[in-house]
């Protein structure tokens, strides 16, 4: 049984999740004999794992064949289906796909820590076209990446509010905002506007 106390930090933490609020993330927990590095620009994403897609059932996707050879416009959310991901964050890219394309991008993706059903049906009820949705149910990704944010007992490690441009593996471009939020228009931050500008 939860505590008043602990509903009340559950509460603040979907809250947070869910609106523009800004929350200091917590640091990822490291591996091995090191902390892993967060990702910068220069820097190659992981190219070692899959993330999955939903396609006649679960299907793995690699990293490689998301990344190499291409130019890849990849967002990140905290969560398919939260308030500002689905009213704010995700219809921006949705609006902006074609003027990307326009400008030499093969792919725009949106990543999250969830499963691939999850991320199907988010891509259904927002009518996401063809934005590629991909699931990173066990944060293998967003670990690798370090560009995540623990929210503990609420739901563990979530992706960081992000976009990046990489092209051929490479990231050109990277816009992290403070664990879940959200910088709206044209200004500094994780929206489409924002990377329409960086094109």
């Known amino acids: 049984t939860h505590t008043p106390s602990m509903m009340m930090r559950l509460a603040k933490i979907a809250g947070m999740i869910g609106t523009a609020a800004a929350f200091a993330p917590r640091r990822m927990a490291t591996r091995g004999a090191g902390a892993l590095r967060m990702l910068s620009e220069g820097d190659s994403v992981p190219m070692d794992g899959e993330f999955m897609v939903l396609k006649d059932g679960p299907t793995g996707l690699s990293y490689?064949?998301?990344?190499?050879?291409k130019k890849v416009v990849l967002f990140g959310v905290?969560?398919?289906m939260t308030p500002t991901c689905s009213e704010a964050q995700l219809p921006g890219y949705i609006k902006a796909i074609d003027d990307m394309k326009a400008k030499g991008v093969d792919t725009v993706a949106c990543v999250s820590v969830n499963?691939?059903?999850?991320?199907s049906k988010w891509a259904e009820a927002s009518d996401s076209g063809d934005i590629l949705m991909l699931g990173d149910g066990g944060a293998e990704f967003v670990n690798a990446a370090d560009i995540g944010f623990d929210t503990g007992g609420f739901g563990g490690v979530r992706c960081t509010r992000m976009s990046m441009l990489v092209d051929d593996g490479k990231v050109v471009k990277l816009n992290l905002e403070d664990g879940g939020s959200f910088t709206e228009g044209p200004e500094a931050g994780s929206s489409a506007e924002y990377m329409l500008t960086q094109l």
């Open 64 to 69: 490689s064949d998301v990344f190499k050879g």
């Open 78 to 80: 905290p969560g398919a």
């Open 115 to 119: 499963d691939p059903f999850v991320m």
